[in-house]
T-cell receptor, first 113, second 113 residues
Framework: KNQVEQSPQSLIILEGKNCTLQ??????????LRWYKQDTGRGPVSLTI???SENTKSNGRYTATLDADTKQSSLHITASQLSDSASYIC????????????WGAGTKLIIKP | DTEVTQTPKHLVMGMTNKKSLKCEQH?????MYWYKQKAKKPPELMFV???????INESVPSRFSPECPNSSLLNLHLHALQPEDSALYLC????????????FGNGTRLTVT
C-alpha cells in the first residue's frame, strides 16, 4: 500500500534554532517527492519538489534531502523564524498515477520567541 | 497573497441551499483541482480538470458538481450538503505534465448548518 509517514507529529523549538523533519514513504514506482508548508487556515505552499535523481534541493533556509534507496526524505530548516510556525507536509507522487498524490499527515512546527 | 484566488473566503449554508465556490488563476496552468481538507488532516483530492475537461472524479457525491468554464476558472456547485461536508475547500492549479508543483489558493471555509 502506498503510504507516507512523517515524524515527529509536532515539534517546538526556539527562534533561531535549526530543526529537521522526517518523511518515510512506501510509494512505488516513485516519481517525485514534494514538501509543502501550510499556515493555519491557508492553502499549502510548495517548498521543494525532487525527482529520483536529485538528492538535495534548497529554497532559502529550507533544504530538502532525498534518499531514494531507503525511501526517506528530510526537510532541514536553518535559523528558524517565528513565521516558520506551520504544518509541513511531505507528498509523494507515483509514476503513472497522473494527478494522484499521497499526502503525509504533516509535522506541526511551533517556533517560540 | 497567492496567484490562485478563491471566493468567498467563508461560507455558511443550510442543508437545502444551493451555493457555488469560485476559483481563478492567470498563470496559464492547464490543470485545475478541487481538494477538501478537514481539520488536522491533509487535503483530499476531489476533482481534476485537464484542458478544461474533467479527468478525475474521486467518487465524490453528486451534491458536489464541478464546472470549468474556461482555462482560468473553476467552480464547485454545492446543493443539499450535509453537516459533515463542512471543511476547507482548496483550489489548486498546475502546469502539465501533472508532476509539476501545485499552486493552491487559500481556500473557502465552508460551514453547513
Amino acid at each position: 500500500k502506498n503510504q507516507v509517514e512523517q515524524s515527529p507529529q509536532s515539534l517546538i523549538i526556539l527562534e533561531g534554532k535549526n530543526c529537521t523533519l522526517q518523511c518515510n514513504y512506501t510509494v512505488s514506482p516513485f516519481s517525485n517527492l514534494r514538501w509543502y508548508k501550510q499556515d493555519t487556515g491557508r492553502g499549502p505552499v510548495s517548498l521543494t519538489i525532487m525527482t529520483f535523481s536529485e538528492n538535495t534541493k534548497s529554497n532559502g533556509r529550507y533544504t530538502a534531502t532525498l534518499d531514494a534507496d531507503t525511501k526517506q526524505s528530510s526537510l532541514h530548516i536553518t535559523a528558524s523564524q517565528l513565521s516558520d510556525s506551520a504544518s509541513y507536509i511531505c507528498v509523494v507522487s507515483a509514476r503513472g498515477s497522473n494527478y494522484q498524490l499521497i499526502w503525509g499527515a504533516g509535522t506541526k512546527l511551533i517556533i517560540k520567541p | 497573497d497567492t496567484e490562485v484566488t478563491q471566493t468567498p473566503k467563508h461560507l455558511v449554508m443550510g442543508m437545502t441551499n444551493k451555493k457555488s465556490l469560485k476559483c481563478e488563476q492567470h498563470m496559464g496552468h492547464r490543470a485545475m483541482y478541487w481538494y477538501k481538507q478537514k481539520a488536522k488532516k491533509p487535503p483530499e483530492l476531489m476533482f481534476v480538470y485537464s484542458y478544461e475537461k474533467l479527468s478525475i472524479n474521486e467518487s465524490v457525491p453528486s451534491r458536489f458538481s464541478p464546472e470549468c468554464p474556461n482555462s482560468s476558472l473553476l467552480n464547485l456547485h454545492l446543493h443539499a450538503l450535509q453537516p459533515e461536508d463542512s471543511a476547507l475547500y482548496l483550489c489548486a492549479s498546475s502546469q502539465l505534465p501533472a508532476n509539476s508543483p501545485l499552486h493552491f489558493g487559500n481556500g473557502t471555509r465552508l460551514t453547513v448548518t
